[in-house]
């Protein structure tokens, strides 16, 4: 499984990454991908608003399964991935790269630093 | 943690591997869609190894039988094969089943399902009065079910037995891949065609049998297939799963069943009374099949309610299909919104989410 080295990793299996200064890409991890499946729509029904770290931003469905996403910090949800509109497998094909799912303004950019690096995120999972 | 005579072979090949009635059992390979389709078009294996086989014979085995079953097990002779289901005192189901039919009058198999050994096992026995002869061969037998439009055509040089001209739900005993004594039944949970084969877990059977059908099919592309597609494709076809569409509370004539509920049959058989009761008074609430109008994709236990928000019933299974491009599911609603094109809403949650009664199979 591929973990890059560059994000921060959470328990329930999202990553971030900071994209420019104060926004970040949220999506979730190969291994999460690899438990759900043939993923078949991304819904969010947050964009606009302000959530706080923990707060339900929306859900992933695949063929067998549904499952919550989490706000990895607090933030305000700028907007949804629209390539995953009309392609949703690209959250399996590359979690990490094209499968991102939202783009938030962070709101405190040191909220990242209580994540899991990708050493320890590799602990969880192994 | 139970393993089938093929659990390595899953785990070799990198299946994704969970626990399913105590087994040891593969969820998915190259991913569900894929297998999925991959049954459709051409030819999967899946290793059902995990279901119950009892074997019950003398000449008392067809009278415990039909007294136990709805469906009426003397209209079987020697090599045919009928689905059935046993019934408890309320009218509920035990478990749904595959009768085949060894030695007409003398020796028949029960097929059950792997969640439901113990209990159907101990049903029956209590029921056996007369005393037939019963024997538990589950963890003995193995059973592959290769199923798909190719199936019997990539099996065939395989055996003597002619496969691509058995009927369905009918079965031949014979060689096969060089094994003895393999049954091999024109069955499946699929809708897609092909066979499942049983045969004694001993010596090398296992290991030769699927070596031989995965060289048999390489150069058609067969390919494993795990539960998960099996669920999705048994669910587009509108198949019962037993645990989610019924159960020991539903009654085979609210679940569809009313098909292998013989109420005319000559021996009476358990509740039989309260099932012409039922189909007398007309049942309360129904299994019916649905699709999405919206997006949206049912769970099993979801609500469905009204256009007003009443609650008038629940979802038992649901998916994306992968062969249709929609979501579909089955569940309990009243009798009043039960007929097709019925506008109902999925309450997801707590969401309405609009979908309409459909026909199964779903098209």
Redesign the interface.
Known sequence: MNFPENLKYTKDHEWIRMDGDENALIGITDFAQ?EL??I??V?VTTVGKELAEGDLFG?V?A????SDLFMPVSGTVLEVNAALEKEPELI?SDPYEKGWMIKIKIANKSDLDHLMDVAAYRDLVS | MKATAFTNFHIALGAKMAEFAGNNMPISYSGINDEHLCVRTNAGVFDVSHMGEFIIKGPHALSLIQRITTNDVSKITSGKAQYNCLTNEEGGIIDDLIVYCIEENKVYMLVVNASNIQKDWDWISAHNTENAEMKNISDATCLLAIQGPNACKILQPLTSIDMINLKYYTFGKGEFAGVDNVLISATGYTGSGGVEIYFENKEDHAEKIWNAIFDAGKSSGIKPIGLGARDTLRLEMGFCLYGNDIDDTTSPLEAGLGWITKLNKETKFTAQGILQQQKEEGIKRKLIGFEMLERGIPRHHYPIVDAGGKEIGYVTSGTQAPSLGKAVGLGYVTIENASLDQEIFISIRNQPVKAKVTKVPFK
């Open positions: 690899g499946g043939d078949v729509y819904d859900t469905e063929v067998k399964t549904v399996n």
